[in-house]
């Protein structure tokens, strides 16, 4: 679960992390007192649940509060990757000197938190990492031991950091590192970390995703959930309980489990097909739950087939079949779709299957070989 940059600065305040004084504000007007109150000079930010909002024109610096209340209502009235804006941070302007990039998220393959730092902060860390690699900082750090301050002197001289910040910058990453762990946290990013005009280290961005497995045993988070602000798919996914991501490719998948999800998006790759998505239907699949799924899988305008790979074992094959048919009344997909159903009642399945416009397959490797002719057949 993503959440807003004044949601990320509330709790970087209360692990003291120096953020810049500042509220959020859902009116223009009340965006214009706000920065009457914060000395006239403000940077005025949407709060949506996407990056590269500075890009896109959602971030201002304003020198006046009715500068501040004409680029409010302009902020306000914008989609910034799709997304309504319906609040902005209204924040003191802070004269930069420095701008750093500091994370901690999972390192998966050394299956460990990692701490990234960079003396080039302020933009994309992927971009700097393709442009520039030598200048990104690595440190794993000990899932029981925590951070050391040793590792951090060596973090500090990496980026090249004043001496004089050392200490500073040790207790950022420290409360940083608490905040990953306290939060149950996937991503605990400041970008920028800047160092002022005046020398001081403060967070001018704040970005924190947490694991929703964990969201259980924080209510005061699980609270922060933005359902407006989130994109379609995630709440979608949700509320119908099927786990979905979105990929790149055109074949769009359904299965049931989360592993064989995996298995199924492997043979599709090793067939020379691209997955268009993961998603995991669960048990069981209701009619309206697959008619959920294939919504998710058609508004991907990249599908040109989907491959339906269903284990029945307590989930019933007639049962996911006699959902198939009713969902594709409803949604009538326009592309061709694949399904291998084995498992209990298979055989009632296949005949419900029958007279539908459904490719039939056996097997897992002949469904997924199908679904790539297809999407092959479409290209030619
Ligand atoms: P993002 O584009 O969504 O990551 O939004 P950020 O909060 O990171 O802001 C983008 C950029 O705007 C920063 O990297 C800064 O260069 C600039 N910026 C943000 N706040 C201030 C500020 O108070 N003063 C100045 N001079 N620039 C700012
Ligand atoms: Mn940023």
Redesign the pocket.
């Known amino acids: 679960m993503k959440l807003h940059?004044y949601q990320s600065k509330n709790i970087f305040a209360k692990y003291n992390i120096p953020i810049?004084r500042g509220r959020i504000a859902a009116s223009a007007s009340e965006a214009r007192q706000l920065c009457e109150e914060l000395g006239g000079k403000?940077?005025v930010?949407a709060q949506v649940l996407v990056?590269?909002?500075?890009?896109?024109g959602?971030?201002r610096?304003v020198k006046s509060p009715e500068e501040a209340e004409e680029v409010t209502t302009q902020i306000l009235s914008m989609r910034i990757k799709d997304l309504p804006v319906r609040k902005v941070l209204v924040?003191?302007?802070?004269?930069?000197s420095k701008?750093i990039y500091l994370g901690i998220t999972n390192d998966r393959a050394k299956q460990r938190p990692v701490l990234i730092a960079s003396s080039s902060?302020?933009?994309d860390i992927e971009e700097i990492a393709v442009s520039s690699p030598n200048q990104i900082a690595k440190l794993h750090i000990d899932p029981l031991l925590g951070m050391r301050d040793y590792q951090i002197r060596d973090i500090a001289l990496n980026i090249n950091l004043p001496r004089k910040l050392w200490r500073p910058f040790g207790e950022i990453i420290y409360a940083l590192w608490k905040i990953y762990v306290d939060c149950d946290a996937q991503l605990a990013e400041i970008?920028?970390l800047?160092i002022t005009t005046d020398n001081r280290l403060v967070a001018?961005?704040a970005?924190n995703v947490l694991d929703e497995n964990g969201l259980f045993r924080h209510a005061d988070l699980a609270d922060l959930r933005d359902i407006d602000g989130e994109e379609w798919a995630e709440t979608q996914g949700r509320k119908f309980g099927v786990s979905f991501v979105k990929l790149d490719g055109q074949i769009g998948c359904m299965v049931n489990g989360a592993g064989l999800a995996m298995a199924t998006m492997d043979i599709i790759k090793h067939l020379g097909g691209e997955p268009a998505n993961f998603l995991d239907i669960g048990g069981g699949a209701s009619s309206e739950k697959v008619a959920a799924a294939m919504r998710l899988i058609l508004a991907d305008p990249n599908v040109k087939a989907i491959l339906i790979n269903v284990f029945g074992g307590i989930t019933r094959c007639d049962e996911v079949a006699r959902g198939l048919i009713a969902a594709c009344d409803e949604v009538k997909p326009n592309v061709p779709i694949v399904a291998r159903l084995v498992g209990t009642n298979e055989e009632i399945a296949k005949q419900i299957l029958e007279g539908s416009a459904m490719v039939y397959a056996d097997s897992l490797v002949e469904g997924a070989q199908k679904a790539v002719e297809l999407v092959r057949e479409y290209r030619s």
């Open positions: 940059e810049p403000v940077v930010k990056g590269g909002r500075g890009k896109a959602g971030i610096l924040d003191e302007a802070i004269s930069i701008e902060g302020g933009v970008n920028p800047v001018l961005d970005k």
